[in-house]
C-alpha cells in the first residue's frame, strides 16, 4: 500500500493569519489523515489561533503518534508572542527559523514537501534576513542557483522568469539563457505531474514589440529561447503579446504560459483564481506549495481569514509528493 506523503508546514509570520489558516484547514481533515501532518513553528502561537478560530484542535510533539493531536515542531519565539497584525523584527525572525527548519527535514527526508504559510518581507528585513521572500530564502537554504514561481490553478497556470524585482531589473533578467530554463523547468514539472504541457510564452513587450516599434527584446530574447525549446522537443510558442495569451490559455488553448516578470503573470491568476491558485517552487531539491495571499495584518486575530487557499495548497503539495521527482 502507497505510504502518504509527510507534509512539514510551517507557520509563517506569527503576526499574522497563517496560525489561523493552518487550524482552520487542519480542523476540516479527517483526523486518520492528521498524522501526515507536523506543523513547523510556535506551539503559543498555534494555541492562540486555535482559541481565537475556534478550531478546537490538540497539539502534541512532532514524534507523536495520537492522530488526535496535531503534531508541532516546536521553533520557540525570541521573548513574548508578538502582538496580531504588527510588522516586528521578531515576528519576521521567527518566520525565517520556521522555514530553516521545515527545509532540514525535507533535505533529510523527515518531510516529502513543505507547504507554506504567509510571510512579510518588511519583518524579515528588519531581522537582518534580506531575502525578496520564500523564493529568494528557499533557493539560499538548499544551494540551488535559481528557482521559479509557478502560480497554479484549475484553468491557468503561469510560470515567472523573474519575481520579486523591478520592472527594469526584469526586462534586464529575460534573457535567452533565463527565458529557456523557464521554459524546461515547466515542461520538468508538468511531466512529473504526468500531462505533456501546451506552452505560450507571454511578450516582454507591447505586442510583442510591434516589429521593433515599443522595444526589441522579444525578438532579441524570447523568439530565439522558444526556438531552442521547440528543437529540444518541447511544445511551445511565442512570444504572444500578453493581452491576449492569458484568456486564449483560460480558453484551454494552452496549460502553461511563461509570464516575464511579477504582475505580468500575477494579475490574471488572481483575477480568475484568487482563493484557489498556488504558490509552487521549482527547480529546488525540495518540494515546496504555498498559499497565494499574504499575511493580511489588517484581518488577523479575528477569525475571519480563509483557509480555502491553504486547502487547495495542501491538496497540491499531496499530489507532488505523490509524483517521483524523477518522473520527468
Known sequence: MQRNPQVAITLGDPSGVGPEVIVKALATLPVEERRDFVVVGSRAALKRANAITGAGLAFGAAEEGDPALIRVDEVPIDGDLPAIGTVSAV??????????????????????????????????????????????????????KSSFMLLASERLNTLHVSTHVSLRTAIDRA????????????????????????????????????NGLFGDEDERFLAPAVALARARGIDVVGPIPADTVYARAYGGAFDLVIAQYHDQGHIPIKLVAFETAVNVSLGLPIDRVSVDHGTAFDIAGTGRANHVNTLSAIAYARRMARAPRGAA
Open 175 to 210: 534573457t535567452v539563457e533565463r527565458v529557456l530554463a523557464t521554459i524546461e523547468a515547466g515542461q520538468r514539472h508538468f511531466l512529473r505531474l504526468g500531462q505533456t504541457p501546451r506552452i505560450a510564452v507571454a511578450g516582454i513587450n507591447p505586442h510583442c514589440g510591434e
Open 91 to 144: 515576528s519576521g525572525d521567527a518566520s525565517v527559523r520556521y522555514i530553516t527548519r521545515a527545509v532540514e527535514r525535507a533535505m533529510t527526508g523527515r518531510a516529502d514537501v513543505i507547504v507554506t504559510a504567509p510571510i512579510n518581507k518588511e519583518a524579515m528585513n528588519r531581522a537582518g534576513h534580506h531575502f525578496d521572500g520564500h523564493t529568494g530564502l528557499l533557493a539560499h537554504l538548499t544551494g540551488s
